[in-house]
């Protein structure tokens, strides 16, 4: 492992909104991690519920956590961006306020982003856990791009779960996202971070998705998109064709990657077609 006078820090976000059920657990995990050194930025934006005397009541007792308020609900993308500009470390967590992890995942996901210096997140192996705590029969999915060229990566994400968006995060290298407030915007971000590096699975590590809410189809997906809480459908657009944006970001993120003027054009035809088939055949993973 890395040498305890080395090790760089980690940034830990938790943008949070009504978590009283389960920030307790979330805060134990993290703080309960065998990687010490950390910085764990929670903003709630303005929770109506327990979730700010729990928060407080934790930062009070270990001061690596830093505790923020929103005077109002400024939605979840606001809130996310405002804990990522808090942060200070050489590499960043975004951590949901309903989720758990093993205590080693911290440690082994920085100790091989330190070892390959071309990666860009690392992420352990996902599983869906129900409100009591307990593995439920859901698939999830993972998977390491080292050994690809960039098209590799690029169709790997595209295809692939968006888990790794929960990693362990190259702070200089995770993208500017105050302006993607669209639906499947994860993926966005995960390709754009795909075409700049590897994605690595910390197979001895794991990371628990909690189900904190009924399953939702396609429509109430976007439907609660459209809610005070998210706010990322918020214009009449944006309500009628919710996916507008995604091919055209993702686009953008292809013809800005730094690969070949080949690879660009050769990902952009292969993309046209099967962005046209993974949102036709039911394939909606991604959006969260």
């Not at 129900?130 to 790997?156: A, H, S």
Request: charged content about 25%; some cysteine.
């Amino acid at each position: 492992m890395i040498s305890e006078e080395i090790l760089p820090l980690v940034s830990v976000v938790v943008p949070i909104y009504n978590e009283e059920k389960y920030i307790r657990e979330t805060l134990e995990s993290i703080t309960n991690q065998d990687y010490k050194k950390l910085e764990i930025i929670v903003s709630d934006n303005y929770s109506s519920d327990q979730t700010p005397i729990i928060c407080r009541e934790f930062s009070q007792k270990d001061t690596r956590i830093f505790y923020y308020r929103q005077p109002e609900n400024t939605g979840a993308l606001s809130n996310h961006v405002f804990a990522i500009n808090k942060t200070t470390g050489k590499y960043l967590m975004i951590a949901s306020g309903h989720d758990k992890w093993s205590e080693n995942l911290i440690s082994e996901c920085v100790y091989l982003l330190e070892r390959y210096n071309k990666s860009t997140v690392a992420y352990g192996t996902p599983a869906w856990i129900g409100e009591n705590g307990k593995l439920l029969p859901k698939l999830t999915g993972w998977y390491d791009t080292r050994g690809l060229n960039p098209v590799g990566r690029f169709f790997m994400v595209f295809w692939g779960s968006m888990n790794p968006i929960l990693g362990i995060h190259r702070r200089d290298t995770f993208p500017d996202i105050q302006d993607y407030n669209f639906a499947g915007s994860d993926l966005v971000i995960l390709a754009e971070l795909a075409l700049n590096g590897d994605f690595i699975h910390a197979t001895r590590a794991t990371f628990q998705r909690r189900q904190n809410r009924p399953a939702e189809n396609y429509r109430e997906k976007l439907n609660r998109y459209k809610s005070e809480e998210v706010r990322i459908a918020t214009t009449l657009f944006s309500k009628l064709c919710p996916l507008a944006k995604l091919p055209i970001q993702i686009t953008k993120v292809v013809f800005k990657a730094p690969i070949t003027f080949r690879q660009k054009i050769f990902i952009f035809f292969i993309l046209i077609p099967s962005f046209v088939a993974r949102y036709f055949t039911g394939k909606e993973d991604h959006v969260k």
